[in-house]
């Protein structure tokens, strides 16, 4: 039986390049329509919950309890999905996931207080994360056999499912109940997980590829970190989960406080950028939205350009000038006297966040398997989670566009990490 922790195998051509398959260019596809899918399904979520919060008379304060379902099944599950993919394999993993997620996605709308959603939403984030790394796994996988670092292009997929998502959310809350509109969406997604996954399935890791390239996208300056997770032998255990080393689990955490620094920003944006438009530039509604829209799209554009990027100039110099790009876009959009000036600098921020998360999180799988992207994954969503809140205490004790440039100083941290990151590979 092949063994599902191996990386999925690419034959290359000449020295000088690698060829491609069919299979490989299918199972792209495959895992592209999954971090679409993702995206999508979290977004058409999002846009409901005004609609579901009157559904259940939920107050302010028991809705934010009810929330934090998402996230606790998202962290817990991200922990424990690493182990569950080096047994089973990221391909099943993925599928499985999906399948959950597509399901799940149709519960909140049933809710009838507070506290059942909440215990609902535990379900929906615990398929949520899991389908995160483990879609995050697969790919690094590929990354690995392709030779090229196409992982941005996937969570480029994610941003532009997202935008779709809330474009059709947006347009079902004129139309539809919630149940009628989550419904529609899990059965949408079970169709594309039906096409999807027999190509994840079919093409499950196989052989043995030992990738001379980094797929973090290094260049020849930047030494490659020797293989970290490898898989066990066909004697041992076919579930045994490699451990990590003292030096690979330190650098695995330093590429997670490197993802955590731009979740950071993106929740922050998600959830403040329409405050501060409106309450402190007196922006119109309609502007005060597309704030965050723009600041979306600037990302997604970022990261269908982040293979060029990484391919160009390497890893070190897309964290650091991407960490820079986004610490000056932020401080421009937080404190700028005017509403397009906010703009440009949120789609600045944009387009220097964008590649930074999947770079973090793909260097820690190259050195730590579907563990290194739990690990670092974990750490990013935590920065997501804790973006928000922070802001609004320091938004209360100081002012908004003063707490906005939090995000300038993280920012400015993962350039500095990430150019920190150049020598921070494990020594065999």
């Not at 506290?115 to 690995?144: E, K, P, Q, R």
């Not at 999807?196 to 020849?220: C, D, H, I």
């Not at 990590?244 to 620094?261: D, E, K, Q, T, Y």
Request: aromatic share 6%; with cysteine.
């Amino acid at each position: 039986m092949p063994n599902p922790n191996k990386p999925w195998t690419v034959h290359t051509g000449s020295r000088g390049g690698s060829t491609s398959p069919p299979s490989a260019a299918r199972l792209r596809i495959a895992l592209t329509a999954f971090f679409a899918l993702d995206g999508f399904l979290f977004a058409g979520w999002v846009v409901r919950i005004p609609a579901v919060k009157h559904h259940i008379s939920a107050s302010a304060s028991s809705l934010g309890l009810a929330l934090l379902g998402v996230s606790a099944g998202a962290v817990i599950t991200m922990v424990l999905t690493g182990r569950l993919c080096h047994r089973y394999g990221s391909h099943r993993v993925g599928v499985w996931c999906g399948i959950l997620l597509s399901l799940s996605i149709a519960l909140p709308a049933h809710a009838g207080s507070a506290l059942t959603l909440g215990l609902l939403l535990l379900v929906f984030g615990a398929a949520y994360g899991g389908m995160n790394v483990a879609m995050n796994s697969a790919a690094v996988d590929l990354v690995a056999a392709l030779r090229r670092p196409v992982l941005p292009t996937f969570h480029a997929a994610f941003s532009f499912g997202g935008m779709a998502g809330a474009g059709v959310g947006g347009i079902a809350a004129g139309h539809l109940s919630p149940v009628a509109h989550l419904t529609l969406l899990a059965a949408t997604a079970l169709l594309v997980t039906a096409v999807a996954a027999p190509v994840m399935l079919r093409n499950t890791p196989e052989g043995a590829a030992e990738s001379t390239a980094p797929p973090g996208g290094s260049t020849p300056s930047e030494p490659a970190a020797p293989p970290a997770h490898s898989a066990p032998s066909a004697a041992g255990s076919r579930g045994a989960v490699p451990r990590m080393s003292p030096a690979v689990r330190r650098v695995v955490l330093l590429f997670g406080v490197i993802a955590l620094c731009t979740a950071y920003g993106e929740g922050a944006l998600a959830e403040w950028s329409a405050l501060h438009l409106s309450q402190d530039l007196h922006a119109t509604p309609g502007t005060a939205a597309a704030g965050y829209s723009l600041f979306a799209l600037a990302m997604g554009v970022g990261r269908l350009t982040g293979t060029a990027l990484l391919e160009r100039f390497g890893q070190t110099r897309t964290l650091v000038s991407g960490g820079g790009a986004a610490a000056a876009g932020m401080l421009l959009g937080s404190l700028a006297p005017t509403v397009p000036l906010t703009l440009a600098g949120f789609a600045v921020t944009g387009l220097g966040l964008a590649n930074i998360f999947p770079v973090a999180v793909g260097r820690a799988g190259a050195l730590a398997g579907p563990g290194g992207v739990a690990a670092a994954s974990t750490l990013g969503y935590g920065g997501m989670l804790v973006g928000p809140p922070v802001i609004g205490f320091l938004a209360d004790w100081l002012s908004l566009p003063i707490a906005l440039t939090t995000v300038t100083l993280l920012s400015a941290a993962a350039a500095a990490l990430g150019y920190v990151s150049r020598t921070a590979s494990p020594r065999p």
